[in-house]
């Protein structure tokens, strides 16, 4: 949808859709509060080739901006959790660790004046990512002092030749030393997001990679298969033919090893491709796959609040530049839809290890277009007789043969709801 267009939900307005429009709506609709938060930052040291994220090589002469206006944007979200406090907070990118320390000082100042972040009772999980060669002392410091309990450090690898494949310039050593940064700033909570099927990757080299990893001093493990997202550099690579992609079967092989290698150092898996120890989940992802509501901040964050999702304008100039009383434009709005909220429930909470209430799902579809409600239904019974879901009747969870398939399942699924 273009930022040019009138959306009959939001009234009559003049000019480009920006997220005032949207605050407004849903504070008029009596939604339920944000209790989430996701802040974007895009700069980076060197822009990855397999990333398709909004980011760019860091030239320092935009930072200050950035920063004033994104104090600007975090004030006008605030009423849209209606007083609460925040449950969880989780700054992203880019790389928001190459940060000067004074920028972060100045967003973190900025974010507890718009703020509350979690009570006394319950202390907000408040996330940063990460690059290992980005951590310094006195961010650690910096970052302890406003509030960050948990940290997700990017590795990848530690192999130093599929570090290169993907891009990635640091030293695998930097990981554990920026680790020891993190644990003696009195971050508690650490991750490590690791890449499999990299090009040219053996069974055995990622069992090191993930022998490296598991005996770190993290309570959470990320492992994502490589990708090739349209307009990144690893995919024009790979469409040159200078590298074969991971063949399905070790694919596969990897998927699993990953499993039994994490279970044997005491991490559940507890959603596809995320393992942690007891209560080392990410609340503030758990929230996504919940489809719980939570706002966006930055050049290209993606905010659910309302029923209403939309994307902040991708753009740093037009984000430095729009304002709507402190609020930037939007792009992709898509306003309140039942069947649409039923079908990225199926998509997200299919693949966590709870499941989905399928029969609250069902109930309410069936209750706007029996048909689908139907169709779903049959396709349900069908996939539990391929044996990718489970028989509870309760819920919908992934089978181990389905879990592998987890995108494919929801995406049958998905189709019935959305016929």
């Known amino acids: 949808m273009s930022d040019d267009t009138a959306l009959p939900i939001l009234g009559q307005r003049v000019g480009p859709l920006t997220a005032r429009h949207v605050l407004e709506a849903c504070l008029a609709s009596g939604a339920d509060p944000a209790r989430s938060l996701y802040i974007h930052t895009p700069f980076c ?5 397999y990333c398709d994220f909004y980011s760019f090589v860091d030239t320092r002469d935009r930072e200050a901006a950035f920063v004033q206006r994104l104090g600007d944007e975090l004030r006008a979200l605030a009423p849209l959790t209606k007083g609460q406090p925040l449950r969880t907070v989780f700054i992203g990118g880019g790389t928001p660790s190459l940060l000067s320390d004074g920028a972060w000082q100045r967003l973190l100042a900025d974010l507890h004046g718009a703020f509350r972040l979690g009570t006394e009772h319950e202390p907000a999980e408040f996330t940063v990512e990460c690059n290992p060669e980005s951590v310094r002392h006195s961010l650690a410091a910096i970052l302890a002092e406003g509030g960050v309990n948990r940290v997700s450090l990017g590795a990848q690898s530690f192999d130093a030749h599929h570090l290169a494949t993907l891009e990635r310039r640091h030293d695998p050593a930097r990981v554990s030393t920026a680790l020891a940064m993190l644990a003696d700033a009195g971050i508690e909570r650490r991750s490590i997001d690791l890449m499999y099927a990299i090009p040219d990757q053996t069974l055995d080299e990622l069992v090191r990679d993930l022998d490296a990893a598991l005996a770190l001093p993290i309570d959470h493990l990320s492992a994502y298969n490589l990708t ?11 469409h040159r033919g200078e590298f074969l992609p991971t063949g399905e079967d070790l694919e596969l092989a990897m998927f699993d090893l990953i499993a039994e290698r994490a279970a044997d150092a005491g991490f559940d898996r507890y959603e596809v491709s995320n393992y942690a120890r007891p209560g080392g989940e990410c609340r503030h992802n758990l929230a996504y796959w919940r ?20 994307k902040v304008v991708p753009r740093l100039d037009s984000y430095l530049q729009r304002s709507d009383q402190g609020l930037p434009a939007i792009n992709d709005h898509e306003p309140p839809d039942a069947k649409r909220l039923i079908a990225e429930t199926i998509m997200t909470g299919l693949r966590l290890r709870e499941g989905v209430d399928g029969p609250a799902l069902t109930g309410t579809l069936l209750r706007i277009d029996p048909g689908a409600g139907t169709a779903l239904q049959e396709e349900v019974e069908a996939c539990r007789a391929r044996g990718w879901l489970t028989p509870d009747a309760s819920r919908w969870t992934l089978t181990p043969a389905g879990l592998p398939l987890a995108d494919h399942v929801a995406s049958e699924l998905m189709s019935r709801v959305l016929a």
């Open 228 to 238: 090739y997202e349209p307009n990144t550099a690893m995919t024009t690579r790979l």
């Open 291 to 310: 489809q719980e509501p939570w706002l966006a901040a930055g050049p290209s964050a993606s905010a659910h609040v309302g029923g209403h999702r939309y």
């Open 45 to 49: 040291a060197h822009k990855c080739h």
